[in-house]
């Protein structure tokens, strides 16, 4: 084999073996999209929009918050962060409560029930995952996909 041949082989080699930043982030990207879709489909029986799931999860996660807090946090207007808390207060999930620093502000809570409904969707998510992962992977597939989920989340959190 000549050096010209070995060299090309070497290179589509270490193309597949050593893939580029931009195509891992490609794909990486393509395929979280994909993933995340499927779990919003895995507890859709929830009757919350991805917005609502969302808003619930951050007060959940970081307690309460104002209006604004919230739209600044979700990237959306007030007036659309307004007509979430709407729905989420109407049907019990939220309450609002005067603001201890700013009597002119209130704060949103997530109340047991709204808790409860977020707790529900989470477990229908991490079932869904569980049993894909149980039926797809193997375990050398999974001690991969472990260590795959350790090195995204140092990712996120840089």
């Not at 104002?66 to 109407?90: D, F, N």
Request: no cysteine.
């Amino acid at each position: 084999m000549s050096d010209t041949a070995a060299n090309t082989g070497d290179a589509s080699s270490r193309d597949t073996d050593d893939p580029t930043a931009e195509r891992v982030a490609t794909d990486l990207s393509a395929v979280v999209g994909r993933l995340l879709r499927r779990l919003r489909s895995s507890s859709a029986d929830s009757l919350l929009t991805p917005s609502q799931r969302s808003v619930l999860a951050r007060l959940d996660d970081g307690g309460p918050a104002t209006t604004a807090a919230l739209a600044r946090a979700e990237l959306v207007r007030p007036q659309s962060m307004r007509l979430t808390l709407g729905a989420l207060e109407t049907r019990g999930f939220v309450t609002r409560a005067p603001d201890p620093a700013d009597g002119r502000k209130s704060l949103v809570s997530v109340t047991e029930e709204g808790s409860a409904v977020l707790a529900a969707v989470r477990a229908a998510k991490r079932s869904w995952l569980a049993d894909a992962i149980t039926a797809e992977l193997d375990g050398a597939e999974r001690r991969t996909l472990a260590e795959a989920a350790e090195l995204i989340g140092r990712l996120v959190d840089t």
